[in-house]
């Protein structure tokens, strides 16, 4: 990932030809995460008892010292440097700096336990644009606020307040790590043997080491270990438990075959996760370090396969730090439908309507959100609503979780009722699902849509029809229109007429984008354009676009009804969404000349706008259609998660 100019290349190829002992690890460039915070996070304790958590009262466990966290760090910091290794320390400060992340690429975090929100996000969009991350042991599992455990009576960092489900034990991170978390486990005869053999990291690390890689703990008290449970084929086990004994009567979570570390893609990057304390077996002779506790460097007694850990370390650096030949594009979606409609008059003397809305997970990785379900009267009034916030949804039907079960699909039972004198018409019943955290909530991703016709006090008739007559259901596009008709972000002409391949206006998509992303359209902007006047009727929507960089006015004019570029809809887009991303595609016709070449590679980057593939470009200065956008459009609101 990282990238070197032309006069290291050549250094460092100078350099391989005369000492040709030089490895690969040496042209890589590595970062070890140092926290002052998670060591004095170490060191405290606090009692246990109860936290009401948004409602629900919670257990909370008492919180004990052990050892010094920056010592693991230190430890695994110089076995890289020793090893060859170009490697640099980072804080607490850099994780929130995505320019800085990205001049590493690799970065390891030993029980790197604390983090905020943001750092997870930072650190995500650091794996997503081709950096490595080599995680090990309690990576991210807690919230570093300190409130929660500086000036707090009880330890709350265990309860991420984005999470409430195992299906979400990283936060924001858990789609990265493409697991779910099982449990907490604490064991002794602890044996760790390799798990996928034909994996680069095992192949490799067993060709160094002349032998089987085998780490074994047996020491009297015992250690914890943290239980994974991949949720797809992208996950390889590279170690797994090969024998324990469980200490907490917990035993069909330390099975033979349990994994131990996991290796996965996500975007452009590689990450490994390691469930135990492998730098506990790490043995480091580093007397200049400045070591906190009394170990110094040396392995941890009972503890056996000093250099096996060492080899498997390195391996897992080396792995990560290489450029993926081909990305994984990691989906994010879900269905939304309904069933069971039924509407009519009630032995209450009211008009009663219920049914079942189902939301269930397509993608390849946790979703979660809010389950709405409105009615819309036929003059278009919201006359209903019902909501469910569902803290985690699992991608396919795989089994995880302590509970060993599958969350994929979520059925939801409603009931409205209506006045019995409600006007006659058609009404519009819709099932959304808002994606994020109900504290943090993102946009409507899907929605499904029926129709109910109402006519007096008979019982109603419900049946689906197609947005609009002009866009077929063959067509690529017909998707994207029917989702965005759904949400209410497009009405078309009237009379179901949506003219698909006629060119989008920039009033049009703009439009689109501020319904899309929950933008409000402000009033009392001033607009310094000379052709749209303030008494025009589409004068604070243009305005409240310019004031959110989705369009610009070049020589005092905003043109507002001129067709809409490819380029000019890169940049909308990613004003609107606010993306974020560090391109590593270029396309044969976009230079650095080019109108928003740096949005255009951002959506690219996001897979949100591909391009013309057999060419290799984009035709910035190209114009879109209706229909088109709507796919770029549609494609955004599943991007990137909140």
Known sequence: MRKYPLLGMLFVLFSVLIFPEMTEANTKKTAVYFSEVNDEYSQITRPGGTHTFYGEKKSIDAK?????????????????????YNVEKINEKDLTNQAKLQQYDTIVFAYGVLMTHEQRQVVKQYVRDGGGIVSVYAGARNEADPKLWKTNALDLTPLIFKTQSWIWEWDNL?????????????????????GMKTHPVIRNAEKKLGRSLELYNDRASGEWVEILSPYSGYVA??????????????????????????????????VIYIGFKMFDFLQVDAPEAAWRDSTKGLAYSGTHGAKDARVFLNESVNWTSETLVKKRVVKYDVNVSMSELRAYQSPQKDYVMYGTAHVKNTGDTPVRGTLLVEVFDPKGKPVANYERYLPGLTPYSVKAGPQNESINLHNEKFVFRLPLNAMSGNYEVRTTFLEGHRDLKGYK???????????????????????????????????AVENL??????????????????????????????????????????????????????????????????????????????NMTRAEAANALVNGFTFKAIPTHSFNDVTNSTNYHQEIHILSQLEVAKGYVATNTFAPNNTLTRKHFSSFLDRSLRAVQR
């Open 64 to 84: 004990n010292t052990y050892s010094a966290i920056w010592d693991k760090q230190l430890k695994v910091f110089h076995s890289l440097q020793q090893d060859g």
């Open 174 to 194: 858990s789609e990265v790590l493409s697991s779910g978390f099982v449990s907490d486990n604490a064991v002794k005869n602890l044996r760790i043997a390799p």
């Open 237 to 270: 086990p590279l170690l797994q438990i090969e024998q324990a004994t469980s200490l907490d009567g917990k035993p069909q979570y330390v099975k033979r075959g349990t994994p131990m570390a996991l290796a996965t893609e996500y975007g452009d990057g590689r």
């Open 445 to 479: 991703i899907r929605a499904a849509s029926m129709t109910m016709k109402k006519q007096g006090t008979a019982k109603a008739v419900f049946t689906k029809q197609q947005p609009f007559k002009d866009v077929h259901i063959s067509d690529d596009a017909y998707p």
């Open 485 to 562: 008709a759904s949400l209410g972000i497009i009405r078309g002409y009237g009379n179901g007429i949506f003219k698909p391949d006629v060119a989008v206006t920039r009033k049009q998509a703009v439009d689109m984008i501020l319904k899309s992303t929950n933008i409000p359209v402000r009033k009392g902007l001033t607009l310094a354009a000379t052709d749209i006047s303030t008494s025009s009727v589409d004068y604070d929507l243009i305005a409240t676009a310019v004031h959110h960089g989705l369009l610009k006015v070049e020589n005092g004019k905003v043109r507002p009804y001129a």
